[in-house]
């Protein structure tokens, strides 16, 4: 792969002891067999360290204590850290893109017109004030015509097609149990809070209190009286509490075989009578369909109650509040800036973020595959996606090693996890074919710009129901610093714009890539085979593959793991939910040992070793995976994120995993029961 190893000349001298009890270097080097750089020449940052801190107590402190200290949260952020710091680097190359584009200096082609189209409407707030709510007015009309059950599914059709996801959800996924096709799913969803835990916990009852303020804030602004804004407020509150409390929480939703709950259209009547589900799918342009997963039966039969049971004056107050609440960016300033007031409320931000961020974020979500065609071509040069395809062969072949050295599983087991191991594919960079956006876009109307944008994408899922399953198609944009592993198609997509420091970089050491980058690709391929991903076998269908012995001993590591992250404590009495973070956790540590096997095989035979300001290579690749994380959140943001989030926070995905990995108190010569070196280990992989 790419970012050999430096060869640099110099005198071989290592440093001692690491202040606070890790020690870097595990011997005293020859001349003959190591090089002297700096962190900085291998990728990584010494100004990010803190040396005072104890590696073997808190290595995420010693890694990023310096960052920490030099870096506040944004004033526009709610959380701040590495994966924001690309995020911006790769917004202000997509800011000259799109400002290039609305002045015409892009080329005359079609797509960037589009783009500049699309981004100028955004801009143009003189244009959004004139327009008030003229682009929303037909949508607003048809729920004003809500009056019973028939009239209020007409609306919830016109509502969906434009993607304000009111009462419940519903589009195309793979089938469980045949991911070959596409089926229809339908599932719970309306709620205006971030999880139904806020209706209830007393943890979130400021937060009702001030979206309650919000929703009559927000009907003041449509011209109702106090006395009239304050009954509506009340009413989309009653509807969402309802909802909310048939909604599963979200460890509950984990159980994927409790989500899989195939209906054809006669059984969807009977269990929802009140909903008219032929008109619908007939609304919705996709009318035939013999099979739809209802994800949560209960909640459709709470739901098809209040059809009935919720007064249509209620049903009205609960659209319009989510069609205004969703469109706020596009109505006049008063609307986003009320949608603004609440979001501080909600998660401590101070400052609204600058409208041309805003704009870039708006014309990637309608036009995502348009936009990554411009930044491929200015960020990410030809030879960077075939290293990176090197890094996955490394650890998808390092993931097979380990799974032959398992002491706990059978060799039936492990030659069906090297079956779907071996048929993981990678989607990498960016992809080979983009897609067309037939839908008009104008400079001067940016809300029916946005629906159309929504439209467009909303049906172009939902009419795959019935169709098809495509393993190949991209879940993300080329330009998100992110990456994912998809069950249904047992493949891992690995974005363009996360192949950047400090994950990545074509002239960084072998250990700080595989430590960074290489532990994000060793996580993605153990999702296949985490708590969840386990679950389905090499073709992507939901199928028991293990022997059932393997399969409870598989359990009972995962219950370790789900033991040992709840003790760890985030705010003041507030812990990581180790049930609802568990398969992240179990791929967050099975991706770190991955990625060192492969970094160890890389460098295997090398005549030289790189110590860095006296950092080994294995002190190095732990250094790249703790400093790729390095973030700080608002305590409003950590609070939501223990209930929302199925990652732990960084801090605890650095010193979590690694106080799990042997090799890395061996490292840092950690004694026995550090807290970085515990006498209790909980790894599966």
């Given at each position: 792969?790419?970012?050999?190893?430096?060869?640099?000349?110099?005198?071989?001298?290592?440093?001692?002891?690491?202040?606070?009890?890790?020690?870097?270097?595990?011997?005293?080097?020859?001349?003959?067999?190591?090089?002297?750089?700096?962190?900085?020449?291998?990728?990584?940052?010494?100004?990010?360290?803190?040396?005072?801190?104890?590696?073997?107590?808190?290595?995420?402190?010693?890694?990023?204590?310096?960052?920490?200290?030099?870096?506040?949260?944004?004033?526009?952020?709610?959380?701040?850290?590495?994966?924001?710091?690309?995020?911006?680097?790769?917004?202000?190359?997509?800011?000259?893109?799109?400002?290039?584009?609305?002045?015409?200096?892009?080329?005359?082609?079609?797509?960037?017109?589009?783009?500049?189209?699309?981004?100028?409407?955004?801009?143009?707030?003189?244009?959004?004030?004139?327009?008030?709510?003229?682009g929303i007015q037909p949508l607003l009309d048809k729920i004003a015509k809500v009056k019973d059950a028939r009239s209020l599914g007409a609306a919830l059709i016109d509502l969906h097609n434009v993607g304000v996801g009111v009462a419940f959800g519903?589009?195309?996924?793979?089938?469980?149990?045949?991911?070959?096709?596409?089926?229809?799913?339908?599932?719970?969803?309306?709620?205006?809070?971030?999880?139904?835990?806020?209706?209830?916990?007393?943890?979130?009852?400021?937060?009702?209190?001030?979206?309650?303020?919000?929703?009559?804030?927000?009907?003041?602004?449509?011209?109702?009286?106090?006395?009239?804004?304050?009954?509506?407020?009340?009413?989309?509150?009653?509807?969402?509490?309802?909802?909310?409390?048939?909604?599963?929480?979200?460890?509950?939703?984990?159980?994927?075989?409790?989500?899989?709950?195939?209906?054809?259209?006669?059984?969807?009547?009977?269990?929802?009578?009140?909903?008219?589900?032929?008109?619908?799918?007939?609304?919705?342009?996709?009318?035939?369909?013999?099979?739809?997963?209802?994800?949560?039966?209960?909640?459709?039969?709470?739901?098809?109650?209040?059809?009935?049971?919720?007064?249509?004056?209620?049903?009205?107050?609960?659209?319009?509040?989510?069609?205004?609440?969703?469109?706020?960016?596009?109505?006049?300033?008063?609307?986003?800036?009320?949608?603004?007031?609440?979001?501080?409320?909600?998660?401590?931000?101070?400052?609204?973020?600058?409208?041309?961020?805003?704009?870039?974020?708006?014309?990637?979500?309608?036009?995502?595959?348009?936009?990554?065609?411009?930044?491929?071509?200015?960020?990410?040069?030809?030879?960077?996606?075939?290293?990176?395809?090197?890094?996955?062969?490394?650890?998808?072949?390092?993931?097979?090693?380990?799974?032959?050295?398992?002491?706990?599983?059978?060799?039936?087991?492990?030659?069906?996890?090297?079956?779907?191991?071996?048929?993981?594919?990678?989607?990498?960079?960016?992809?080979?074919?983009?897609?067309?956006?037939?839908?008009?876009?104008?400079?001067?109307?940016?809300?029916?710009?946005?629906?159309?944008?929504?439209?467009?994408?909303?049906?172009?899922?939902?009419?795959?129901?019935?169709?098809?399953?495509?393993?190949?198609?991209?879940?993300?944009?080329?330009?998100?610093?992110?990456?994912?592993?998809?069950?249904?198609?047992?493949?891992?997509?690995?974005?363009?714009?996360?192949?950047?420091?400090?994950?990545?970089?074509?002239?960084?050491?072998?250990?700080?890539?595989?430590?960074?980058?290489?532990?994000?690709?060793?996580?993605?391929?153990?999702?296949?085979?985490?708590?969840?991903?386990?679950?389905?076998?090499?073709?992507?269908?939901?199928?028991?593959?293990?022997?059932?012995?393997?399969?409870?001993?598989?359990?009972?590591?995962?219950?370790?793991?789900?033991?040992?992250?709840?003790?760890?404590?985030?705010?003041?009495?507030?812990?990581?939910?180790?049930?609802?973070?568990?398969?992240?956790?179990?791929?967050?540590?099975?991706?770190?040992?991955?990625?060192?096997?492969?970094?160890?095989?890389?460098?295997?035979?090398?005549?030289?070793?790189?110590?860095?300001?006296?950092?080994?290579?294995?002190?190095?690749?732990?250094?790249?995976?703790?400093?790729?994380?390095?973030?700080?959140?608002?305590?409003?943001?950590?609070?939501?994120?223990?209930?929302?989030?199925?990652?732990?926070?960084?801090?605890?995905?650095?010193?979590?995993?690694?106080?799990?990995?042997?090799?890395?108190?061996?490292?840092?010569?950690?004694?026995?029961?550090?807290?970085?070196?515990?006498?209790?280990?909980?790894?599966?992989?």
């Amino acid at each position: 792969m790419s970012g050999s190893r430096l060869l640099i000349a110099a005198t071989a001298t290592l440093l001692a002891a690491c202040p606070g009890g890790g020690k870097e270097g595990a011997k005293t080097p020859q001349p003959d067999d190591t090089v002297q750089v700096s962190l900085e020449e291998v990728g990584l940052e010494s100004a990010s360290l803190d040396r005072s801190a104890d590696a073997c107590t808190d290595f995420y402190q010693f890694a990023c204590g310096g960052w920490l200290a030099a870096n506040e949260i944004p004033a526009d952020r709610a959380r701040w850290g590495r994966f924001g710091e690309v995020d911006d680097r790769n917004e202000a190359a997509l800011h000259e893109i799109l400002e290039d584009a609305r002045a015409g200096k892009g080329g005359d082609g079609p797509v960037m017109a589009q783009l500049g189209a699309f981004y100028g409407s955004c801009m143009d707030e003189a244009g959004i004030e004139k327009a008030g709510l003229s682009g929303i007015q037909p949508l607003l009309d048809k729920i004003a015509k809500v009056k019973d059950a028939r009239s209020l599914g007409a609306a919830l059709i016109d509502l969906h097609n434009v993607g304000v996801g009111v009462a419940f959800g519903a589009g195309s996924e793979g089938d469980f149990a045949d991911s070959s096709k596409n089926v229809l799913w339908v599932d719970s969803g309306g709620l205006g809070l971030p999880d139904r835990d806020y209706y209830f916990k007393e943890d979130f009852k400021t937060k009702v209190d001030a979206y309650r303020e919000h929703l009559v804030n927000v009907f003041a602004l449509l011209g109702r009286d106090a006395k009239k804004a304050a009954a509506a407020a009340e009413n989309v509150l009653s509807i969402e509490q309802q909802l909310a409390e048939a909604t599963k929480t979200g460890v509950e939703r984990r159980d994927l075989p409790k989500l899989y709950n195939p209906h054809d259209l006669a059984g969807l009547a009977k269990l929802t009578p009140k909903i008219d589900w032929t008109a619908y799918l007939t609304g919705r342009g996709n009318a035939d369909q013999p099979k739809v997963i209802v994800t949560t039966p209960g909640y459709f039969s709470k739901l098809d109650e209040m059809f009935v049971k919720v007064k249509p004056a209620a049903w009205q107050d609960y659209l319009t509040y989510h069609l205004v609440e969703d469109m706020s960016f596009a109505l006049p300033k008063k609307f986003d800036d009320e949608a603004f007031a609440f979001e501080q409320k909600l998660s401590g931000v101070e400052k609204q973020r600058e409208r041309w961020k805003r704009c870039v974020d708006a014309t990637g979500f309608a036009l995502n595959e348009a936009l990554a065609q411009p930044y491929i071509d200015k960020m990410f040069p030809g030879t960077s996606k075939q290293a990176a395809i090197e890094t996955v062969t490394s650890i998808a072949r390092a993931f097979a090693g380990e799974i032959d050295k398992l002491d706990w599983m059978s060799a039936e087991t492990k030659a069906a996890a090297k079956v779907k191991l071996g048929k993981i594919s990678g989607l990498i960079g960016y992809p080979d074919s983009f897609r067309t956006y037939d839908f008009a876009v104008t400079p001067d109307n940016f809300a029916a710009n946005t629906l159309a944008g929504t439209a467009f994408e909303t049906r172009r899922q939902f009419l795959k129901a019935g169709k098809p399953y495509d393993k190949n198609e991209w879940l993300m944009p080329a330009y998100i610093v992110n990456a994912y592993y998809n069950p249904l198609a047992n493949n891992t997509g690995l974005p363009a714009g996360i192949l950047q420091p400090p994950f990545w970089g074509k002239d960084r050491g072998v250990a700080a890539n595989l430590g960074g980058i290489g532990m994000v690709v060793g996580h993605e391929l153990t999702h296949g085979f985490d708590d969840q991903g386990a679950q389905f076998d090499a073709e992507g269908n939901m199928k028991m593959w293990w022997q059932p012995s393997d399969f409870e001993k598989f359990k009972a590591k995962g219950q370790c793991v789900a033991d040992q992250y709840s003790t760890f404590e985030v705010l003041p009495g507030k812990f990581v939910n180790g049930p609802l973070t568990l398969g992240e956790n179990i791929a967050d540590i099975g991706g770190i040992k991955m990625a060192f096997r492969a970094y160890r095989s890389v460098r295997e035979g090398a005549p030289r070793r790189t110590v860095a300001d006296g950092f080994t290579e294995d002190q190095q690749f732990f250094l790249a995976v703790a400093q790729a994380w390095c973030s700080k959140d608002r305590d409003e943001e950590a609070l939501s994120r223990l209930t929302t989030d199925v990652h732990s926070p960084p801090g605890w995905r650095v010193n979590g995993s690694l106080r799990n990995t042997p090799e890395f108190a061996e490292a840092f010569q950690c004694q026995a029961g550090a807290k970085m070196a515990p006498a209790k280990r909980c790894s599966v992989w």
